[in-house]
């Protein structure tokens, strides 16, 4: 039980680059949510799906694109990156209405130059 | 909109000595969950301990617990016999009981736990 894992760990982007964050769970949990941690700033939820084939919009959406094609998997894509997007990335899931607790993937460091 | 607020920066706390942060939140809602989360420097978030609003009784986890003060609308953490394992940052969240899927979360206590 792998819990929540994001691929990569770290990544480099030249400003204009596009790609693909992964985060993956095998705890089949229903929610799984994308935030952004920058210094005194806090997690920021960017986008979140409430189950296969949704998703919504957070508090910080713009620039980013996700999909939830598959219940374990929930995509975070960059069409063009900036170096405001330069964060460190949060996965994170909940299994559903009644359980709260969010487990977290151990981040994704994105640096966009 | 609801929101979160942890006023200290950075904390520090001498080792086996207790320690509180502090964690106010501004909601409308009756019903709604709170979180305090650790962050270690290897980046993991961890659950530390859970609040429902509901619950009067303040939630205790081992050397964690907290002061739920509904009315007051803050949700401090005391820590107990700090261990150097302590040290990391903490951060408050709030859950609505229904309706949005969405956690706010504040922006962090830094904790130091000195030898």
């Known amino acids: 039980n792998a819990g929540v894992t994001q691929t990569p760990k770290f990544r480099v982007l030249k400003t204009g680059q596009s790609m693909t964050l992964l985060c993956a769970q095998d705890?089949?949990?229903?929610?799984m949510y994308w935030y952004r941690q920058d210094p005194g700033m806090g997690l920021r939820l960017i986008h979140y799906s409430v189950g296969e084939g949704t998703t919504a919009k957070g508090e910080v959406p713009d620039g980013y694109n996700v999909s939830r094609l598959k219940k374990q998997n929930f995509l975070l894509g960059l069409e063009s990156a900036a170096p405001s997007q330069t964060s460190v990335y949060f996965c994170a899931s909940s299994y559903s209405i009644n359980i709260y607790e969010q487990y977290f993937g151990p981040g994704t460091r994105l640096t966009v130059t | 909109a609801q929101t979160v607020t942890q006023s200290q920066p950075e904390m520090s706390v001498q080792e086996a000595e207790t320690v509180t942060l502090s964690c106010t939140y501004d909601?409308?809602?009756?019903?709604?969950?709170l979180f305090w989360y650790k962050q270690p420097p290897s980046r993991q978030m961890i659950l530390v301990i859970r609040?429902?609003?509901?619950?009067?009784q303040n939630a205790t986890e081992n050397r964690f617990s907290v002061n739920f003060q509904k009315a007051a609308k803050s949700f401090s953490l005391k820590i107990s016999d700090s261990q150097l394992g302590d040290a990391a940052m903490y951060f408050c969240a709030y859950r609505s009981g229904s309706g949005t899927y969405k956690y706010i979360f504040g922006t962090g206590t830094r904790l130091k736990v000195l030898a």
């Open positions: 609040q429902e609003a509901y619950k009067q």
């Open positions: 909601t409308s809602e009756s019903d709604y969950y």
């Open positions: 705890m089949n949990h229903e929610y």
